[in-house]
């Protein structure tokens, strides 16, 4: 794909994907993509776990979360009702393509303390997990930070140049991706991931990022290209003059 049309095409996909796999050759260039993300001295602070094994995935996928009703407020915040709202406001994510127990959360905001809800909530969330082709887990290496007083800031900026050359690499191979970030937010739920990859503890190592990789279903539920204008945003010379 033409470079711009990448950069405007790459999207979250937070639906099923279908059952073909991942060739490992469409796998090498998504992780030679991520291999000369830009980092901070050439540190190269991360470390990428691919997870093929259909065992290792169901595992995974058994590793829940809860949210807290802070974050369920912080983010409807940023949820959008309609198109009209979209393009009135050009940021923020549609709600049909939010998962339905979110939804439900803002709805019967008591369900936040409701086991039952969250274990109904967790299985379908299971199914979205295992049915992805490839798991990849993004992990930044502390011990290999920028250098300053700001050394870890540069080095997890350099994981998100990571997380954006896997996204355009993938997406451009036909490979969908969805970021799943619910387990990163529960220090219990990151915890038994760690375990379960066997990612050594207490030696620096932070989990930052986690993809689900697969080739996209008879249907789909794609993110919003909502986009604020570069009016909206750039400045020319000085921050009070708009571009
Ligand atoms: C750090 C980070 C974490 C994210 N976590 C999630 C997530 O847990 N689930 C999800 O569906 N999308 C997640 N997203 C995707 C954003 O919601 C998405 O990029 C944004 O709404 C724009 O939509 P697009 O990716 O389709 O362009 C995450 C994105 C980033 C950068």
Wanted: charged share 30%; aromatic share 12%.
């Amino acid at each position: 794909m033409d470079f711009q049309e990448l950069v405007k095409f790459r999207r979250s996909s937070r639906w099923l994907f279908n059952n073909k796999p991942i060739p490992d050759s469409e796998l090498k260039k998504i992780l030679e993509a991520a291999r000369f993300a830009p980092t901070p001295h050439n540190s190269q602070p991360f470390e990428i776990i691919v997870v093929k094994d259909r065992n290792v995935i169901k595992e995974l996928s058994m590793v829940g979360f809860r949210l807290t009703k802070k974050y369920v407020d912080e983010h409807f915040h940023w949820v959008r009702y309609s198109k009209e709202e979209l393009e009135s406001k050009k940021d923020g994510v549609f709600i049909d393509v939010l998962p339905k127990f979110v939804n439900d959360l803002k709805d019967d905001p008591k369900l936040i303390t409701d086991d039952n809800f969250w274990k109904k909530s967790m299985e379908l969330y299971s199914i979205l997990v295992q049915n992805s082709a490839v798991l990849l887990f993004v992990i930044y290496n502390r011990n290999k930070p920028g250098v300053g007083p700001l050394k870890h800031v540069w080095g997890i900026l350099s994981i998100g140049a990571v997380m954006e050359n896997i996204w355009l690499a993938s997406n451009d191979l036909g490979i969908s991706t969805q970021l799943i970030s619910g387990q990163l937010m529960n220090p219990e739920s990151v915890k038994k991931i760690m375990k379960i990859l066997k990612i050594p503890e207490n030696q620096g190592y932070k989990l930052m990022l986690i993809f689900r990789l697969g080739y996209e279903g008879k249907y789909g539920k794609y993110g919003t290209k909502y986009r604020r204008e570069l009016s909206d945003f750039v400045h020319l010379d000085r921050f009070n003059n708009k571009y």
